[in-house]
């Protein structure tokens, strides 16, 4: 039978994701064929499945973390925001509609068969699952029809463990308060607490730790201390919480538009990883002043998220940076905004809209999404700072609703290889200095990255640097160094104790 447990928290953002990464690692280096699953997730920053399908990015990497491919079986339902009210609702992989939030509340219940039969097939292939909830499971005006907390916990018969996260304050009133809006089943599920992101001397905490087990008869598994580990986000509110605004000078200043509706902010990363790039994420104008790149990233809200640059100042900003020469780069959503015109007859409405006409292509939007994982090579009109990134072998990955097309004499930036076809993507300005593609993850190719730098750092008088960071190497490095903290601060041995204890066949 199938090992499980299920990691929820007192709030969002606690820290949920990056330590349920952890426990696959953890029991994946123990020799336990694990994977991660979350029934519902709600987050901007998603990617593709082998087979084309789409799903959480946190359900991506944490699937990495136990070394296994992503299957969109771990994360079966993924809401996208499109407003502050409604949301593209992606069920196994697959856009199935868009609904608000009061529709898709009354909606949940019927999920619950087809997450229960989901959860049930990797149950049946796995040796060890980790789940995870959303939030926090005290949200009392949603229990009736949870799907992700207590529910889920209770669909899947596994013990639950909770999340706090201390650096915000008031870790004790979380833990106490959570447990005490709970039912008294679901209270009984809950088997330990993890106090997350301690700074300071663990001492300081013993008499608090003693009282808060004494009060809720749960015991406190492990303090695990504020940790210095490079991995992925669910969704922004990091960004909001500034976990990015980074304040050290670099050789390379790269300055990320932070869009409203920003979208697969993962896609710099491997970026932010580079030892001579200081990655920004901007809302102020000015704050392109310095920049020698400026991206404008993905959006869930291609129209909005245009608007939003007019109004801010922001595209003001970026047409200053293009007389000062400043490469100026556009993905997915950006790529849409640095053309000619883009022409939405399906989700606005709103028909031809003038775009900020960098490049000169035209995009229609489309009822169709295109999810797929793709090869690709760079294209030989690169310019000359440009130049040694020509012909390099690129991945990534697509996932948007609209086709883009160039004007005569527009050179693509990318051949796709799609089905033993070359396909063109992207485009380049005539001055060499603007570029934009569809291609997600473009970054996590090191050798195009460091051709790109050194592009940057020749423009700037430096020396370039010989050797590619390997990101790969590098992200199984932070998954390692999780895990090592994590055994080291948290009872593992008592966790699956607890896993073993209540190890259930699913009904």
Known sequence: MTLAVMLQGTASDVGKSVLVAGLCRIFHQDGLRTAPFKSQNMALNSGITPDGKEMGRAQIFQAEAAGIAPDVRMNPILLKPTSDRQAQVV?????????????????????????????????????????????????????????????MAEMAQCPVILVADIDR????????????????????????????????????????????????????????????????????????AGKYHRTDRRDIDIAVVHLPHIANFTDFNALAAQPDVRVRYVRDPQALADADLVILPGSKNTLGDLCWLRES????????????????????GGYQMLGETIIDEVESGLGAQPGLAVLKTVTHFAQHKTTTQVQATLGSALPDWLADAAGLRVSGYEIHMGETRREAGCPPLLQLHKAGQAVDDGAISDDGLAFGTYLHGLFDSDAFTRALLNGLRQRKGLAPLDSALEYARYKTRQFDRLAEAMREHIAIDKIYAIMRQHQEPLC
């Not at 447990?179 to 301690?198: C, D, M, S, T, Y």
């Not at 013993?206 to 004494?214: F, L, N, T, V």
């Not at 047409?319 to 997915?332: D, F, H, M, N, T």
Request: glycine share 10%.
């Open 91 to 151: 069920l196994m992989g697959q856009v199935a509609t868009s609904m608000d939030a009061v529709s898709y509340h009354q909606y949940k219940p019927r999920l619950r068969e087809q997450i229960l039969a989901v959860y049930q097939s990797l149950a049946g292939e796995y040796e060890a699952l980790v789940l995870e909830g959303a939030g926090s499971p005290a949200e009392i005006n949603l229990r009736d029809r949870d799907i992700v907390n207590m529910g």
């Open 169 to 240: 304050g008031g870790v004790f009133a979380a833990i106490y308060g959570t447990l005490a809006l709970l039912q008294p089943q679901e209270r009984a599920r809950v088997k330990g607490v993890i106090i997350n992101k301690f700074r300071g001397d663990v001492a300081l905490l013993r008499s608090g730790i003693e009282q808060i087990e004494a009060l809720t008869g749960v015991p406190v598994l492990g303090v695990m201390p504020w940790l210095d580990v490079d991995l992925e986000d669910e969704d922004g509110v990091a960004l909001q």
């Open 313 to 332: 100042g922001m595209a003001h900003a970026v047409e200053q940076a293009r007389q000062r020469k400043v490469p100026l780069l556009g993905i997915c």
